[in-house]
């Protein structure tokens, strides 16, 4: 019996993916006879096919899928014959859903695309054939549809074919097998057609049945990515996770990273079962022969062939969430089990799901491909996704809300900071400090255009340099003549601004000074950005809060006028929103309050974090 296979079915709207696999499913014989029953009971209800059993709802499990006729939700099920044993992955056609569409991908050993034959390659089929093969699956059926529709036209087959072997040469899927079929009357799905004379391959249940795995056996050097540390006793230290490449025995020298240890394997076991071996694709517990310091997301790997390590990288990139992809704001990274605060620096270009054309882009939308360049907070131990699934796929995670936002594949690891080293000085931060005689701080005044910010940045300034302290104000509209006169108002633009900023501030507070910055930074994960940029204590947020109207009522430039009018786009709090604080370590409400008595809780904060005093 072959190995077991992982595949997925996927395609445009209505190209029936739920109904071939619910033919599957009842050609092999999967289906009990009180479900049967039940799916009889659904169809009248919900189905599409008269008083013909609706072979779709069998994989459509979602009230909403039912009552639409379409898949939302990626579906998986488990069937097998004599030859295999298999596990499909129904794959949702809306584009609002291509999300999903990538998370079946991402395990699949082979990919189903279906085509209407009626309808040809549309955009979604281009789109998800381009995930397909970013996601690294090489072993891909045509599945021609709905060819009753057609009679049976070798001629409208053969051009949705050779139109498709085109394309899929273009992304490297040299070896697509294409299959005339009807889902809904099961020809050529399980058994040859007498409707296809002309055709001479296999059915798909036989593809699928001879189709090689994409898991190798066994593939040397080991790659064993650590996914929990098991302590159930003082007496007993495992390493647990899943063998992402090679083979291990008792005895194996191996090398952890990024710590670079050494040490021997003493023990593998699968389950509670000591073993021999275990190769790619077991999930064991190893215990060494050393006492080392281990954690989750460190890598165990063959000592005499360790895994690159980087911490900036080229790496295609799907984007999943509703709110646009920006760069230079920091999101979360995981890559295997490791989670690390990562940038997109840069997107190298948009690619077209149609055309594949490269088309330049500032930010990301939902659905969105695109190569980009990454920065990590620290090197990693990876392989390219081409090489090793497991140790070169990886998510970007929203720091505020935990949504996984972004699902990409690291393709190189950038070099033009292998030759750059952080020097380190003889006269450090805490050295500048007490040369001042003063901690270090960042006060970082926010709050909306007029808020009153500069104004309580510049009283602060003149207080604590009248009491002999070293300081200095980075102030919005001032930077921005200077060294952000390059930026705009657009959300990429203002994410760059608060990133140099914040940069500009950490390298004051290195320097011992105390850096007020007055910007009205919107969002909050610039902010939240910036405050990892600082040891815990050293960054101070103060929230201006100040309302809507009085900042309007009090307006002398007449900008809030002007942005109500339309002239000034992407004005904060007008047509650009502004994401209040959710813990600053200050809120101060100005209404009522002269600039003065607001001064003394900020002064206040900085004696409670022994900044100074009268």
């Given at each position: 019996?072959n190995?077991r296979?992982?595949?997925?079915?996927?395609?445009?709207?209505?190209?029936?993916k739920s109904?071939?696999?619910?033919?599957?499913l009842?050609d092999?014989?999967?289906?009990?006879d009180?479900?049967?029953?039940a799916?009889e009971?659904?169809?009248?209800r919900?189905?599409?096919?008269?008083a013909?059993?609706?072979?779709?709802?069998l994989v459509d499990?979602?009230?909403?899928?039912?009552?639409?006729?379409?898949?939302?939700?990626?579906?998986?099920?488990?069937?097998?014959?004599?030859?295999?044993?298999?596990?499909?992955?129904?794959?949702?056609?809306?584009?609002?859903?291509?999300?999903?569409?990538?998370?079946?991908?991402s395990?699949?050993d082979?990919?189903?695309v279906?085509?209407d034959?009626?309808?040809?390659?549309?955009?979604?089929?281009?789109r998800?054939t381009?995930?397909?093969a970013?996601?690294?699956?090489?072993?891909?059926?045509?599945?021609?549809?709905?060819m009753d529709?057609?009679?049976?036209?070798?001629?409208a087959?053969?051009?949705i074919?050779?139109?498709?072997?085109?394309?899929?040469?273009?992304?490297?899927?040299?070896?697509?097998?294409?299959?005339?079929?009807?889902?809904?009357?099961?020809?050529?799905?399980?058994q040859?057609?007498?409707h296809?004379?002309?055709?001479?391959?296999?059915?798909?249940?036989?593809?699928?049945e001879?189709?090689p795995a994409?898991?190798?056996?066994?593939?040397?050097p080991?790659?064993?990515?650590?996914q929990?540390?098991?302590?159930?006793h003082?007496?007993?230290?495992g390493?647990?996770?899943?063998?992402?490449?090679?083979t291990?025995?008792?005895?194996?020298?191996?090398?952890?990273?990024?710590?670079?240890?050494?040490s021997?394997?003493?023990?593998i076991?699968?389950?509670?079962?000591?073993?021999?071996?275990?190769?790619?694709?077991?999930?064991?517990?190893?215990?060494?022969?050393d006492?080392?310091?281990?954690?989750?997301?460190?890598?165990?790997?063959?000592?005499?062939?360790?895994?690159?390590?980087?911490?900036?990288?080229h790496?295609?990139?799907?984007?999943?969430?509703?709110q646009?992809?920006?760069?230079?704001?920091?999101y979360?990274?995981?890559?295997?089990h490791?989670?690390?605060?990562?940038?997109?620096?840069?997107?190298?270009?948009?690619?077209?799901?149609?055309?594949g054309?490269?088309?330049?882009?500032?930010?990301l939308?939902m659905n969105?491909?695109?190569?980009?360049?990454?920065?990590?907070?620290?090197?990693?131990?990876?392989?390219?996704?081409?090489?090793n699934?497991?140790?070169?796929?990886?998510i970007?995670?929203?720091?505020?809300?935990?949504?996984?936002?972004?699902a990409?594949?690291?393709?190189?690891a950038?070099?033009?900071d292998?030759?750059?080293?952080?020097?380190?000085?003889s006269?450090?931060?805490?050295?500048?400090?007490?040369?001042?005689?003063?901690?270090?701080?960042c006060?970082?005044?926010?709050?909306?255009?007029?808020?009153?910010?500069?104004t309580?940045?510049?009283?602060?300034?003149?207080?604590?340099?009248a009491?002999?302290?070293?300081?200095y104000?980075?102030?919005?509209?001032?930077?921005?003549?200077?060294?952000?006169?390059?930026l705009g108002?657009?959300?990429?633009?203002?994410?760059?601004?608060?990133?140099?900023?914040?940069e500009?501030?950490?390298?004051?507070?290195?320097?011992g000074?105390i850096?007020?910055?007055?910007?009205?930074?919107?969002y909050?994960?610039?902010r939240?950005?910036?405050?990892s940029?600082?040891t815990?204590?050293?960054?101070?947020?103060?929230?201006?809060?100040?309302?809507?109207?009085?900042c309007?009522?009090?307006?002398?430039?007449?900008?809030?006028?002007?942005?109500?009018?339309?002239?000034?786009?992407?004005?904060?709090?007008?047509?650009?929103?502004y994401?209040?604080?959710l813990?600053?370590?200050?809120?101060?409400?100005?209404?009522?309050?002269?600039?003065?008595a607001?001064?003394?809780?900020?002064?206040e904060?900085?004696?409670?974090n022994?900044?100074?005093?009268e």
């Amino acid at each position: 019996m072959n190995g077991r296979l992982r595949f997925l079915t996927c395609g445009s709207v209505d190209d029936g993916k739920s109904t071939l696999i619910g033919r599957l499913l009842f050609d092999t014989k999967q289906i009990f006879d009180d479900q049967f029953q039940a799916l009889e009971k659904d169809s009248a209800r919900f189905g599409t096919q008269g008083a013909a059993p609706d072979l779709a709802l069998l994989v459509d499990g979602l009230q909403a899928e039912r009552e639409q006729g379409i898949t939302i939700d990626v579906a998986y099920r488990f069937f097998a014959t004599p030859e295999r044993a298999f596990i499909v992955a129904d794959t949702p056609g809306h584009e609002q859903y291509t999300r999903n569409m990538a998370t079946g991908a991402s395990t699949a050993d082979a990919a189903v695309v279906l085509v209407d034959a009626r309808k040809g390659l549309l955009t979604q089929t281009r789109r998800h054939t381009r995930i397909v093969a970013l996601m690294g699956v090489r072993q891909v059926v045509l599945a021609v549809n709905k060819m009753d529709l057609m009679d049976w036209s070798e001629s409208a087959f053969r051009a949705i074919a050779d139109e498709y072997a085109a394309f899929a040469q273009e992304l490297g899927l040299t070896a697509v097998q294409s299959i005339p079929l009807s889902a809904l009357t099961g020809d050529n799905l399980t058994q040859s057609s007498t409707h296809t004379p002309w055709y001479g391959g296999p059915t798909l249940l036989q593809w699928l049945e001879n189709v090689p795995a994409g898991l190798e056996e066994a593939t040397p050097p080991l790659r064993l990515p650590v996914q929990l540390v098991l302590r159930p006793h003082a007496e007993f230290r495992g390493y647990c996770g899943r063998i992402a490449q090679g083979t291990l025995r008792p005895g194996d020298a191996v090398r952890v990273l990024p710590s670079g240890v050494s040490s021997t394997v003493q023990q593998i076991f699968v389950g509670e079962q000591a073993q021999a071996q275990a190769q790619t694709g077991e999930s064991v517990c190893i215990t060494l022969a050393d006492e080392r310091d281990i954690s989750r997301g460190d890598v165990l790997c063959a000592v005499d062939a360790p895994l690159e390590m980087a911490e900036q990288f080229h790496a295609h990139l799907l984007w999943l969430h509703e709110q646009a992809l920006i760069p230079g704001r920091p999101y979360w990274l995981q890559l295997h089990h490791r989670t690390v605060s990562a940038t997109v620096s840069s997107i190298r270009h948009r690619i077209d799901p149609n055309s594949g054309a490269e088309l330049a882009a500032r930010e990301l939308q939902m659905n969105d491909i695109a190569e980009v360049h990454l920065n990590l907070d620290r090197p990693l131990p990876f392989a390219p996704y081409a090489e090793n699934r497991p140790l070169g796929a990886f998510i970007l995670i929203d720091r505020l809300s935990n949504a996984t936002v972004g699902a990409g594949m690291l393709d190189f690891a950038l070099r033009r900071d292998h030759n750059l080293h952080w020097q380190q000085l003889s006269v450090n931060k805490a050295a500048r400090a007490a040369l001042k005689h003063q901690p270090p701080r960042c006060v970082w005044f926010t709050g909306l255009s007029g808020s009153g910010k500069s104004t309580l940045a510049n009283l602060l300034e003149k207080r604590l340099h009248a009491q002999g302290h070293h300081t200095y104000v980075l102030d919005g509209d001032n930077v921005r003549h200077g060294l952000n006169r390059d930026l705009g108002f657009a959300e990429a633009d203002r994410a760059e601004n608060i990133r140099r900023v914040a940069e500009v501030a950490r390298l004051m507070v290195d320097a011992g000074l105390i850096v007020l910055v007055s910007f009205i930074s919107p969002y909050r994960a610039e902010r939240e950005f910036a405050r990892s940029l600082f040891t815990p204590g050293e960054f101070l947020e103060v929230f201006v809060d100040t309302p809507l109207e009085e900042c309007e009522r009090r307006d002398p430039k007449g900008i809030y006028a002007r942005a109500r009018a339309g002239q000034i786009p992407n004005f904060t709090g007008i047509s650009s929103p502004y994401e209040l604080p959710l813990t600053p370590e200050l809120r101060l409400s100005t209404p009522g309050s002269s600039p003065e008595a607001l001064l003394e809780p900020v002064l206040e904060l900085l004696q409670s974090n022994g900044q100074c005093g009268e």
